[in-house]
């Protein structure tokens, strides 16, 4: 069944009579009745009765109108919803991240964008790298915040902007007034991380591994901010970004420097849609001095 013959039905349906359902369509009444002839070959059935000189849809006829209008209003609904994609400045931007942005990142950037376009709509979801990650591969997400890079031909990956780690210690350690610390002189105390899987996790294994070092935290919680937690209460000293100061928490450097390197990342084999994109330019534009101010203020 064409569209045309379902809107040349319906019209026929409520009209009750060729010439008038012809002339309401724009149409010929040949036309008219060939389109009718067609849809009533390919249900098998007649699909009106006459009755003094109009005609009136008959059971089969009812059956036919009453699934075409609902037909007709997925297809209007399918076209608003394309419509909406394809403004860049109204629509839905699903956005995954690192669990660790949620608290500074995520919300600045969204409230920047939201003054430049209030009618955007924003469906976050923080977790581990490898949620993230999964989530842009299966087209849970529009675009993510993602650290490190995932190295995935389909993922493309832009750095941002890059945080520098340090040696969170609580108050008091021995660590604590160092200018300068290395993994050898961390070897005597505890160390706390974040689970393997989340990308801090992975850039902590990776500058210890360059060391020659195997690192065994006695904890690995999910969230950055229960990795300070312990930090502070003295369980273990931990690789943290170095943000503002926080209490009970001294930040000692890192002899050898580590980053944490931030990306916006895509999957190149799923479509975007005009508002992600729109999104993605912005950020890519704005975000990294944005960010360095934020994280400097």
């Known amino acids: 069944m064409r569209i045309e013959e379902i809107d040349h039905f319906r019209a026929l349906a409520a009209e009750g009579h060729p010439a008038l359902a012809a002339e309401t369509l724009g149409i010929s009444q040949s036309t008219l009745s060939r389109s009718i002839a067609r849809l009533e070959a390919e249900a098998g059935v007649e699909l009106f009765d006459r009755r003094r000189g109009h005609l009136e849809l008959n059971q089969y006829g009812e059956i036919l109108l009453a699934h075409a209008v609902r037909a007709e209003a997925e297809l209007e609904n399918a076209m608003a919803r394309i419509e909406a994609l394809r403004d860049p400045s109204a ?78 210690v609580p108050e008091g350690h021995p660590l604590a007034g160092r200018e300068g610390v290395t993994v ?31 690192m065994a935290p006695v904890v690995e919680v999910t969230e950055l901010a229960t990795l300070r937690g312990l930090v502070r209460d003295g369980v273990g000293a931990a690789l943290i970004p170095d943000t503002p100061s926080e209490p009970g928490i001294v930040a000692v450097p890192l002899a050898d420097e580590a980053t944490r390197v931030i990306g916006l990342a895509r999957n190149r084999t799923r479509s975007e849609s005009a508002a992600a994109a729109q999104f993605a330019k912005f950020v890519r534009e704005e975000l990294g001095p944005f960010v360095s101010g934020a994280q400097n203020s």
Do not use: C
């Open 184 to 214: 050898a002189d961390l070897e005597p105390y505890d160390l706390v991380a974040l689970r393997t899987g989340s990308g801090l996790r992975h850039i902590a294994d990776a500058y210890f591994a360059a060391h020659g070092v195997v």
């Open 91 to 168: 629509g839905t931007v699903s956005l995954a991240y690192v669990s660790s942005f949620g608290g500074w990142l995520i919300p600045r950037v969204v409230r920047e964008y939201r003054e430049l376009f209030p009618e955007i709509r924003f469906v976050l979801n923080g977790g581990t790298a490898d949620t993230v990650l999964d989530a842009l591969r299966e087209g849970a997400a529009d675009l993510a915040f993602l650290s490190p890079d995932p190295r995935d031909a389909d993922i493309e990956w832009q750095p941002l902007t890059a945080e520098r780690l340090v040696l969170g």
